[in-house]
């Protein structure tokens, strides 16, 4: 046995995150032959799943889940799940969660991004996310019911559940604060023709709207139009769910992510960072990217 080989398997690389990110690189480990130890961490109780398929297939009934054909035990992965990291300590080269201590040698942080809430609207009857599994399981029933939706955000999650929501039957209002879908990620030249989407599914698109209050069975606009709704669904972006880290000196971006560089490295040794929890410097855009989808 080689020395090299005898360091990889004494090494316990410790991946937070049981999405693509934090899933892809447990793979990748093992495609590249590491044979330490590797643990692999998800807040849901679920098997580790693609999203994409949550605001398709999922929402639809058309599938129960979209769980990743991966044989975490024929790798040699530890999969803990249901379990949230709460903490990091990286004198001690350790992570806490609500079970106790996890040590690792090497800490990848994938732990992905988070949606916004719209400010008022949590709590009030028949508002939605469209993040879990869990999410597109609650949203089921209102698509069977048929009800009136009114979506908050033309940005993809907005335009996929529009869309699966008046292929099951609804009657759909999308709200957008800027002046055409997407605003925010495309140019206009690119986002405007994507107007027709709304269009063609027979959804009501309204743009240049915002929202003032969420109540019980109704959208207030900031001009005073009232939408009646039966369900609201939010979808005004996500941030990076990077809260957990406070007070570990692990460098952070204005808006929230963690800064790595061109290897993924963070601001502290033997920590990485991937997916949707970090920022990267793009040598082919030279600028710093944060990449949501």
Do not use: N
């Not at 949230?84 to 079970?99: F, K, L, Q, W, Y």
């Not at 959208?219 to 009232?226: E, K």
Request: include cysteine; charge should be negative.
């Amino acid at each position: 046995m080689s020395e090299q080989q005898t360091q990889s398997e004494a090494r316990h690389v410790v991946v937070v995150g049981a999405g693509m990110a934090g899933v892809q690189t447990a793979v990748a480990l093992r495609e590249q032959g590491f044979t330490g130890a590797i643990t692999l961490i998800g807040a849901e109780p679920h098997q580790p799943y693609d999203r994409p398929p949550l605001s398709k297939a999922v929402l639809l009934g058309k599938a129960e889940g979209s769980a990743f054909e991966v044989d975490f035990e024929a790798l040699g992965v530890d999969l803990r799940l249901g379990l949230e990291v709460t903490g990091v300590r990286p004198e001690e080269h350790r992570v806490v969660t609500e079970a106790g201590e996890v040590a690792y040698d090497t800490l990848v942080i994938a732990t992905g991004a988070e949606p916004l809430t719209l400010p008022g609207s949590q709590g009030v009857p028949g508002v939605h996310l469209l993040r879990t599994l869990d999410d597109a399981r609650r949203l089921r029933p209102v698509l069977d019911q048929r009800h009136r939706i009114v979506v908050v955000g033309a940005g993809w999650i907005g335009a996929e559940f529009a869309t699966a929501a008046r292929d099951a039957g609804c009657e759909v209002t999308v709200v957008e604060a800027a002046d055409r879908p997407l605003a925010e990620v495309l140019p206009a030249a690119v986002a405007a023709p994507m107007t027709g989407w709304y269009t063609e599914s027979g959804a009501e698109l309204v743009t240049g709207a915002r929202v003032q209050a969420v109540v019980p069975g109704e959208v207030l606009l900031a001009d005073g139009r009232r939408l009646p709704a039966d369900a609201v669904v939010i979808g005004i972006g996500a941030r990076p769910a990077t809260g957990w880290l406070a007070g570990s000196d692990i460098a952070l971006g204005p808006e929230g992510a963690i800064t790595a560089d061109a290897r993924l490295r963070t601001s502290l040794p033997d920590v990485y960072a991937v997916g949707d929890c970090a920022s990267f410097p793009s040598a082919r855009f030279g600028e710093r990217l944060l990449v949501h989808h």
